[in-house]
């Protein structure tokens, strides 16, 4: 046996083995009974056991989608009395499943700190990485941490999974950050069936691809064989625990039963290969290992595993009677929703709440504006910019909450592309504000895991075109986190993104980018849009308060064109900077209206709110009265606001800067045709186009012209 592990330590880790297989023949079945769903199962790769033995139970698990028996040994050392009873809760989607709530069969446990992952290819690695990266960051900063600072971040792929950009990006960076001298306490272990559902994985290829990478130290075991898989994961394990650098654990393993309960094996592979699989089934391994060892007798092990046979049938049996999730209400709580109107400010969590805003554009008296109560207070203050504005605001939550973290490509050193994080490297230092790789997926991950870790961490997504890049990190692991674990886990983030378009002398579609829809699609996920220098500020604190309280992920958009705006109507007038006042809140899903016309509302975001004002002006001196409904928000929308301001007028232009096909005026006009608003309602948008280089930009953007025209022909539909 290896150094402290005795003969009744491989009893229990033998007994983990075959709960999870018998757990997996369960599931297979409930789904042919029709009492269970989709699972898939963990039969060849039992091994990944010695992944529980040789780590603590305080040591962050990320696993792989066929870690069973780990789970198992692990939930049982953690205190968890029945964990196939947890996973078979799963497979029923029973409500009482205690990590997911009936909403996913994931393996993940609070008490056993194993962080519950889906079957998405290799998602999880970025977060495993950014965790890593965290755990001594946040002791340095007096960050609470639900892990030890020397915890080692476990994460398990396969090798299918090996091959994804997502795993070959997180080990890279991975590596990168601890040739930097920062420490990456992450165990990567790849548990090689040799296929990937019907691919075969050449028998050398997890080696030759990661083997000899400088930078990663690299173990191998055999996880059919359980003495050498535990003595390779206590290796790995102990490496990087005193190196706190990242590690390849090679652990091969076969695949058992196919890909999943549905799969048929004999479809893709001949009776050879099946049954050359069958012969390294690592339960009956370590049941021969215990028999030669003389810990058991035969007779015992096949008693035994009767005895834990017949436990888990039944249990399959009890789990069937489980309630279900029965509404939408039940389904979604996890997602925090928003609250009411009157409990908003509830939301906004240390952040003062007034009624008002600070200063409007000061336009005529006959022109829209903005109604406020804070305008004395903010009058004298200096006025910002939108980048100003936000870039004070980084600085007072830096200065205010020592878990913030703001980090992204040049925005340290450099100070952002545009300015906007100018002087923060220099005055919080490079553990509060730092640079990181070009890589999106990166970015996102090391908010991820520094989430998980305490952090409220605002990264930044350089270009809005950049974010598709890598937008599984907020659709499948961000948005999904606290939805899989019935909110036992969270990842409070608020990533920033520099987007849309009208810049001038520069562009292009990967610097001009006006498309949303990916976003605003992901359940959960709040998107804030301000236009204006206060909004920006306010909304920004209402974000990281959103993120720090409900653990919610945010996404802020930040409109380029208008970061250095100072004007509005004419050169010089100053009046788009606004003074930034911390007594002003931005509730969650609340608009900004601008005037009280009563011929027509002009509901409009971000650049389109002060082209919607220039347009409104020009009508007023036209005896037309028009109001301007700035958004704020693209998600929640603001329903409330924007069918109030409707029905005041009867008339509604949507101003949408974003594509016509699948742009945001499609959700505004069908939130008004669901609320039964029955009057004049029209859109103009940009083209379905990306945005050329150049003069020609102009052609395929919506313009302030378009804007008059089509609020025109709301006005006067017989004008030709």
Same mark, same amino acid.
């Given at each position: 046996?290896?150094?402290?592990?005795?003969?009744?330590?491989?009893?229990?880790?033998?007994?983990?083995?075959?709960?999870?297989?018998?757990?997996?023949?369960?599931?297979?079945?409930?789904?042919?009974?029709?009492?269970?769903?989709?699972?898939?199962?963990?039969?060849?790769?039992?091994?990944?056991?010695?992944?529980?033995?040789?780590?603590?139970?305080?040591?962050?698990?990320?696993?792989?989608?066929?870690?069973?028996?780990?789970?198992?040994?692990?939930?049982?050392?953690?205190?968890?009395?029945?964990?196939?009873?947890?996973?078979?809760?799963?497979?029923?989607?029973?409500?009482?499943?205690?990590?997911?709530?009936?909403?996913?069969?994931?393996?993940?446990?609070?008490?056993?700190?194993?962080?519950?992952?889906?079957?998405?290819?290799?998602?999880?690695l970025p977060r495993a990485v950014g965790?890593?990266?965290?755990?001594?960051?946040?002791?340095?900063?007096?960050?609470?941490?639900?892990?030890?600072?020397?915890?080692?971040?476990?994460?398990?792929?396969?090798?299918?999974?090996?091959?994804?950009?997502?795993?070959?990006?997180?080990?890279?960076?991975?590596?990168?950050?601890?040739?930097?001298?920062?420490?990456?306490?992450?165990?990567?272990v790849c548990e090689d069936n040799g296929?990937?559902?019907?691919?075969?994985?050449?028998?050398?290829?997890?080696?030759?691809?990661?083997?000899?990478?400088?930078?990663?130290?690299?173990?191998?075991?055999?996880?059919?064989?359980?003495?050498?898989?535990?003595?390779?994961?206590?290796?790995?394990?102990?490496?990087?625990?005193?190196?706190?650098?990242?590690?390849?654990?090679?652990?091969?393993?076969?695949?058992?039963?196919?890909?999943?309960?549905?799969?048929?094996?004999?479809?893709?592979?001949?009776?050879?290969?099946?049954?050359?699989?069958?012969?390294?089934?690592?339960?009956?391994?370590?049941?021969?290992?215990?028999?030669?060892?003389?810990?058991?007798?035969?007779?015992?092990?096949?008693?035994?595993?009767?005895?834990?046979?017949?436990?888990?049938?039944?249990?399959?049996?009890?789990?069937?009677?489980?309630?279900?999730?029965?509404?939408?209400?039940?389904?979604?709580?996890?997602?925090?929703?928003?609250?009411?109107?009157?409990?908003?400010?509830?939301?906004?969590?240390?952040?003062?709440?007034?009624a008002g805003l600070s200063p409007a554009?000061?336009?005529?008296?006959?022109?829209?504006?903005?109604?406020?109560?804070?305008?004395?207070?903010?009058?004298?203050?200096?006025?910002?910019?939108?980048?100003?504005?936000?870039?004070?605001?980084?600085?007072?939550?830096?200065?205010?909450?020592?878990?913030?973290?703001?980090?992204?490509?040049?925005?340290?050193?450099?100070?952002?592309?545009?300015?906007?994080?100018?002087?923060?490297?220099?005055?919080?230092?490079?553990?509060?504000?730092?640079?990181?790789?070009?890589?999106?997926?990166?970015?996102?991950?090391?908010?991820?895991?520094?989430?998980?870790?305490?952090?409220?961490?605002?990264?930044?997504?350089?270009?809005?075109?950049?974010?598709?890049?890598?937008?599984?990190?907020?659709?499948?692991?961000?948005?999904?986190?606290?939805?899989?674990?019935?909110?036992?886990?969270?990842?409070?983030?608020?990533?920033?993104?520099?987007?849309?378009?009208?810049?001038?002398?520069?562009?292009?579609?990967?610097?001009?980018?006006?498309?949303?829809?990916?976003?605003?699609?992901?359940?959960?996920?709040?998107?804030?849009?301000?236009?204006?220098?206060?909004? %920006?500020?306010?909304?920004?604190?209402?974000?990281?308060?959103? @993120?720090? $309280?409900? +653990? =919610? /992920?945010? !996404?802020?958009? &930040?409109?380029?064109?208008?970061?250095?705006?100072?004007?509005?109507?004419?050169?010089?007038?100053?009046?788009?900077?606004?003074?930034?006042?911390?007594?002003?809140?931005?509730?969650?899903?609340?608009?900004?209206?601008?005037?009280?016309?009563?011929?027509?509302?002009?509901?409009?975001?971000?650049?389109?709110?002060?082209?919607?004002?220039?347009?409104?002006?020009?009508?007023?001196?036209?005896?037309?009265?028009?109001?301007?409904?700035?958004?704020?928000?693209? %998600?929640?929308?603001?329903?409330?606001?924007?069918?109030?301001? @409707?029905? $005041?007028? +009867? =008339? /509604?232009? !949507?101003?949408? &800067?974003?594509?016509?096909?699948?742009?945001?005026?499609?959700?505004?006009?069908?939130?008004?045709?669901?609320?039964?608003?029955?009057?004049?309602?029209?859109?103009?948008?940009?083209?379905?186009?990306?945005?050329?280089?150049?003069?020609?930009?102009?052609?395929?953007?919506?313009?302030?012209?378009?804007?008059?025209?089509?609020?025109?022909?709301?006005?006067?539909?017989?004008?030709?």
């Amino acid at each position: 046996m290896p150094p402290g592990f005795t003969g009744p330590d491989f009893v229990k880790l033998f007994e983990a083995q075959v709960l999870s297989r018998q757990a997996d023949l369960a599931a297979r079945r409930l789904g042919a009974s029709g009492r269970g769903f989709y699972s898939i199962g963990s039969s060849g790769h039992e091994g990944n056991v010695a992944l529980s033995a040789a780590t603590r139970i305080t040591d962050p698990v990320l696993p792989h989608y066929r870690s069973g028996a780990f789970f198992v040994h692990r939930a049982r050392r953690a205190g968890v009395t029945d964990p196939v009873r947890d996973i078979l809760l799963g497979v029923v989607a029973a409500a009482t499943d205690p990590i997911s709530g009936g909403r996913h069969k994931v393996f993940g446990s609070a008490v056993a700190n194993i962080v519950p992952q889906t079957s998405t290819i290799a998602s999880q690695l970025p977060r495993a990485v950014g965790l890593a990266f965290a755990l001594e960051r946040a002791d340095r900063l007096g960050v609470a941490c639900p892990w030890p600072s020397d915890a080692v971040v476990l994460c398990g792929f396969g090798d299918a999974s090996a091959n994804h950009s997502t795993a070959t990006g997180a080990i890279n960076a991975a590596v990168h950050t601890a040739h930097l001298g920062v420490p990456v306490p992450v165990l990567f272990v790849c548990e090689d069936n040799g296929i990937g559902i019907s691919v075969p994985t050449p028998p050398d290829w997890i080696e030759h691809a990661y083997g000899r990478r400088p930078g990663l130290r690299w173990f191998a075991a055999d996880g059919c064989d359980l003495r050498d898989a535990v003595a390779g994961a206590l290796a790995a394990v102990d490496w990087v625990r005193a190196h706190r650098r990242p590690a390849f654990l090679h652990l091969r393993t076969v695949r058992l039963f196919g890909h999943a309960g549905s799969d048929v094996e004999s479809a893709y592979r001949d009776t050879a290969a099946i049954e050359a699989g069958l012969a390294r089934d690592p339960v009956t391994a370590t049941a021969r290992l215990l028999i030669t060892a003389g810990i058991r007798t035969p007779r015992e092990l096949l008693d035994h595993y009767d005895r834990l046979a017949e436990q888990v049938a039944a249990t399959a049996d009890e789990v069937c009677d489980e309630p279900k999730l029965a509404t939408a209400d039940e389904v979604l709580a996890p997602l925090a929703p928003d609250p009411p109107d009157d409990e908003a400010p509830r939301r906004n969590l240390r952040v003062p709440v007034t009624a008002g805003l600070s200063p409007a554009p000061r336009p005529a008296a006959d022109e829209p504006r903005a109604t406020t109560e804070a305008e004395d207070k903010a009058d004298s203050a200096p006025p910002q910019t939108l980048a100003q504005a936000i870039n004070h605001t980084l600085a007072d939550l830096l200065a205010r909450d020592p878990d913030v973290l703001v980090f992204g490509e040049d925005i340290a050193r450099k100070g952002g592309v545009y300015g906007v994080t100018r002087g923060l490297r220099k005055r919080f230092g490079p553990r509060r504000v730092f640079d990181t790789l070009l890589d999106e997926q990166s970015i996102l991950g090391t908010a991820l895991g520094a989430g998980l870790a305490g952090f409220v961490p605002i990264p930044e997504i350089q270009y809005l075109a950049y974010v598709h890049n890598a937008l599984d990190q907020l659709r499948g692991e961000a948005a999904t986190l606290s939805f899989f674990s019935a909110g036992r886990y969270r990842n409070p983030m608020v990533v920033r993104i520099a987007g849309y378009a009208y810049q001038r002398g520069f562009g292009g579609h990967f610097h001009n980018d006006n498309s949303v829809a990916a976003l605003r699609d992901i359940p959960g996920v709040m998107v804030a849009s301000p236009a204006r220098p206060d909004d %920006a500020a306010a909304a920004l604190r209402t974000c990281v308060a959103a @993120a720090r $309280a409900d +653990g =919610r /992920v945010c !996404v802020f958009l &930040e409109p380029i064109a208008l970061y250095h705006t100072r004007d509005l109507y004419e050169p010089d007038d100053g009046q788009w900077a606004a003074a930034d006042a911390e007594t002003v809140s931005a509730p969650i899903g609340r608009a900004r209206v601008y005037g009280e016309g009563t011929d027509l509302t002009i509901v409009a975001f971000a650049n389109t709110v002060p082209m919607s004002l220039r347009v409104a002006r020009r009508l007023a001196r036209r005896g037309i009265g028009a109001r301007v409904l700035d958004l704020r928000w693209l %998600a929640p929308l603001p329903y409330a606001d924007l069918i109030r301001h @409707a029905a $005041a007028t +009867g =008339r /509604v232009l !949507v101003a949408d &800067e974003t594509r016509r096909s699948g742009g945001v005026s499609e959700s505004v006009c069908a939130a008004l045709v669901d609320a039964g608003f029955t009057g004049t309602l029209a859109r103009v948008t940009s083209a379905d186009s990306f945005v050329p280089l150049g003069p020609a930009a102009a052609t395929v953007l919506l313009s302030e012209a378009d804007i008059e025209a089509a609020a025109d022909r709301s006005l006067f539909p017989g004008r030709a």
